[in-house]
């Protein structure tokens, strides 16, 4: 009884609270994985390493970010500076492939970064932890 009075009252549950939690680094590091794989496809199926270095390479980089934004969230603490980076990362990307599929190249890979972006709310998310 005495200990309770020293516990703060329980916040009264907002309308947000019963909305799941999602975080950056839940949609991070699985986009990240497809961009590189998909970096990795283009090198293995047409020797390009442009493909490579470009998509390997974001992939890579957005999923060291996204560990890297899980790791700074489990220490309680915000992963704000990482989630601005994820976002203009992604929205790099989502531009230069929008820009070459719109200019003609094939459904793959350029179209399908948009397409994947589109299918999944990568930046929304992102703006969301904004």
């Not at 020797?47 to 899980?70: E, N, R």
């Not at 990482?82 to 459904?107: D, N, P, Q």
């Amino acid at each position: 009884a005495a200990s309770s009075a020293a516990e703060p009252p329980a916040e009264a549950p907002s309308k947000s609270s019963s909305i799941i939690p999602m975080h950056d680094f839940c949609m991070t590091i699985p986009y990240g994985f497809i961009i590189a794989l998909g970096g990795v496809m283009g090198f293995v199926m047409k020797g390009s390493t442009k493909s490579l270095m470009m998509g390997g390479g974001s992939g890579a980089l957005l999923m060291i970010l996204g560990f890297f934004s899980l790791t700074i969230w489990k220490s309680g603490k915000s992963a704000l500076p990482v989630t601005i980076i994820c976002t203009v990362l992604s929205s790099g990307l989502t531009a230069m492939m929008g820009k070459r599929w719109m200019m003609g190249a094939g459904m793959m890979p350029s179209g399908g970064g948009p397409i994947l972006l589109a299918s999944r709310p990568v930046l929304a998310q992102h703006a969301f932890d904004l």
